[in-house]
Structures are given as C-alpha cells and as structure tokens.
C-alpha cells in the first residue's frame, strides 16, 4: 500500500470516529504496513510534541511591525481623557466594538477572538518583536525559534515550496534559531513580482550538465570538515540545494502569483504590498505551506498618531478582512491560525507631538481559526486608567503574557507547549513559558 493510500486510510479512520490509542498503534508489529507507517508517525509525533498529528495544521501570522495602537484599532475609547480623535463602531459581534478605521474587519469580528489584555516586559522594537515572535526575552546565550519554526519542525511532512515563507519581510523575520537555520523563513516581496531566484538563465543541456558537477564534485569536496544535517546525514548545503531544485521544477511555485486570481478578489485585498500578500498567504497555504508571515509596518507613531495610525489602517482594513473571508470560504479556517498583531501597544496618553509612545502594559492581538472560539473577547483596559508606573497592570483584567499567548497560539496548532527540546550544547528548554488561554479555545 501506497503512502498516499495510507495516509488516506488513516483519515478515513480519523473521520468515523474509530480510535486507536498510541500504544496500541505501537505494538501492533504485525499488523501490516499501514499499521507500521502510523505507529512511526506516531512515535515521531511524541519525540516532536505534536498532539494530534493527523490532523496537520497552519498558521498566518499579520505581524504589525513598528507597534499598532491598540486605542486606534481593537480597543477603542472614545470620548474619554485618552480616546484620541478615534470613534467605535459596532461589529458582527454582539456588545464588541472596534475602531471606526476598521470598518470591514468589524464585519467579521464573529470569526475572531480577540485579546485586549497581552502584557509584555519588553518596550524596544527589537527585544520586544523577539520576545512576541518566540515567546521568550531575549538571551544572549541563546536564540529562540520563532512560531513558523516550531511548527515546521514539530510536522516534518513537507511540500515542493518553502513551509515558511515571509512575504514582504521586516527585519526580522522568523528564524530557526537553535532547532536550525534550515527553519529559517524564506523570504519574497510583493507579490507583484516574480519569486526571485527560481527560473534557470542557462539552457537546458547546460543546467544538468551544472547539476551533475555539483553533485559527483563540488558536494564531494565541500562535505569535508562541514558541518552536517543531522536529520539527513548530509550536509546542510546539499539539503538547501536538494530543496531549492525541487523548488524551481515544481507547480506550486504558482501559489505565490496572485495574478490567477479574479480582479473581484484580488481588488477586495486592496492595492498594496500587504493585501497582494495576504492573498498569496492563503494560497501558499492551501499550496502545502505550513507558516507565512506577511509585514506591514507604518505603526510607529510617536508624532501625528491619528495620521500614521489611520493610514496604515486603511491598507490593514480590506486585506484582513478578505484573508478572513477566503480562508473561510475555501474551508481553510479549521485549520489555519490568524494571528494579527505587533510587538506592543501604544501608550494611552497623547504626547506634545501629538503621538503616542511604547506601551507594552495592555494590549491587543485577534486570533481566528483552528479552534479558536468564535466572538470572544478576553481582557479588558481602562478608559481611564491611573498609569501608575510602579502597578502598570492595576488597571488590567485578565492580563495575558506573551508567554501565555504563545502556549495558546502553539495549543491551537496541536503542538505541545510543554514539549522540552534539548538544545545543541544539551540545554533543555520547554516550547513556552505560559499557560493557554482556555476562555478562548473551544
């Protein structure tokens, strides 16, 4: 039997209710090949932390970079001493509001849960983008794998294109960290363009003539003394090569051209960068994909924060709003994550410059998707609050870490936030410091 067939057959299982515990699936050496190929995908899936490996899941990360303004986007209150010059609309959620810049997404706040009160310790872009992106502060002893890491590493099923991809990328975009360079994200621009890199310059008889040098010379030399790929005996050059061959000849290159889709769709995204990346995150997804990360940045807005925010609420505004829709309509939100958000908030008081500054003490992140409840809302900030700086968080309900955040975000995607890897030089160190949010997960 195939591996296709298998793969089949155990979904068929899966759906009709049919259980097999793992240690049953284990012991069952003499069961058959279909048996053996789920009792090993079995036992990789607890060395991996995976907590329902047959049922794979995804994730869309909306990474807000620069810091959005929680008062400008999903926390609005106007009218009060810190309410700026923002007004609340309703949503499709009963007794939710949003900030009238966000017209569109307010109409579909029923797919969402939103998070209104994510703390953090870290006030500088940088640390703090890392500490979002991996769930941990930043170690000079240690880098930290990011979400898109964890989770292509905990599900080692693989496609032709790249299973994390950062589409029009910040500065940081998600790495591999200790688990490997190889998890690191790949990156593109706008989807406009072309994927760069991919087509071949030379004819063809002098491709595999080059193909044929690299591999019976140059890789025979290169591998001495180099460091290897563990997982595959071989070293971490023939294993990016191997990839980026398979790359270039395969027909999922065609998920990062947007171009295919009706100007209906591609219009709903709205013209920019970000939407045209938005679009091709849903596609790459559906394309075998496991993790992209799409930027907008423009959120720093520590003069004329009405302004910047505004703006870059207009480009956010269509695009999430039609992510969320096509990924519903294509019966991709099941098993996809959305997660949108940035590296902190903004402060509630306005400054001379009419801006707003740093403000990690209670902010926002929306979360749909992969179990994730529907219409919920967790957390809750002040109109008003004291802004005591010695009791930061006196005026939070429900305060949520980012290390919480990160134990549901993993939850979400069936991967144990317990799990402990044991780092290269032999340091165990879990997925995450925090505890899911239960009130929003099904």
């Known amino acids: 039997m195939n591996s296709l067939n298998s793969k089949r057959l155990r979904n068929r299982l899966c759906d009709t209710g049919a259980h097999l515990s793992r240690r049953t699936l284990l012991g069952a050496g003499g069961a058959g090949l279909l048996m053996s190929s789920i009792a090993r995908r079995l036992a990789l899936a607890d060395e991996l932390g995976q907590t329902d490996p047959a049922k794979p899941k995804n994730v869309i990360l909306l990474w807000l970079e620069g810091g959005p303004s929680q008062l400008e986007t999903f926390d609005p209150h106007p009218g009060g001493k810190y309410g700026g010059d923002v007004k609340a609309i309703e949503t499709s959620v009963k007794g939710l509001q949003t900030a009238d810049l966000l ?7 029923y797919l969402t849960s939103l998070v209104r009160s994510v703390t953090s310790k870290e ?97 025979k030399e290169f591998r001495r003394g180099r460091l290897q790929d563990l997982e595959q005996n071989r070293t971490l050059h023939l294993t990016a090569t191997d990839s980026a061959l398979t790359m270039m000849s395969s027909d999922q290159l065609d998920a990062f051209d ?18 045209r990346g938005c679009l ?39 695009a999430l709003a039609s992510l969320l829709k096509i990924l519903e309509q294509r019966d991709l939100l099941d098993s996809t994550l959305l997660v949108c958000g940035g590296e902190f908030g903004r402060t509630p008081t306005i400054n001379p410059a009419e801006g707003r500054d740093h403000w990690p003490h209670g902010f926002s992140t929306l ?43 993993l939850t979400a995607l069936g991967i144990d936030h317990d799990h402990e890897y044991q780092t290269p030089i032999g340091r165990p160190i879990k997925r995450s410091e925090g505890t899911p949010i239960e009130q929003i997960m099904t």
């Open 103 to 109: 017209p569109r997404t307010a109409e579909m706040m």
């Open 258 to 275: 947007v171009s295919g889709e009706s100007q209906e769709v591609l219009e709903s995204f709205g013209d920019s960068a970000f939407g």
């Open 367 to 409: 979360l749909a998707g992969c179990g994730i409840r529907r219409g919920a809302v967790h957390g809750q900030t002040a109109a008003e609050p004291k802004l005591d700086p010695d009791k930061p968080l006196q005026d939070l309900v429900d305060p949520v870490t980012v290390a919480d955040l990160h134990a549901t975000i």
């Open 123 to 219: 006030g500088d872009h940088e640390r703090a983008i890392y500490n979002i992106k991996s769930g941990y502060r930043p170690d000079p002893t240690l880098t930290h794998p990011s979400i898109g890491a964890i989770l292509c590493h905990a599900d080692q099923d693989g496609a032709d294109i790249p299973r994390h991809i950062s589409i029009v990328p910040n500065n940081s975009p998600g790495r591999g960290g200790f688990l490997g360079a190889k998890y690191d994200a790949f990156k593109i621009n706008d989807p406009a363009g072309p994927v760069p890199d991919v087509r071949r310059p030379v004819p063809e008889d002098r491709y595999s003539r080059r193909i044929d040098d690299l591999y019976s010379v140059v890789e």
């Open 280 to 318: 091709a995150a849903a596609r790459l997804i559906g394309a075998g994909a496991r993790c992209v990360e799409v930027t907008l940045g423009g959120w720093d807005s520590h003069i004329t924060n009405h302004t910047l925010q505004s703006s870059a609420c207009e480009t956010l505004d269509p």
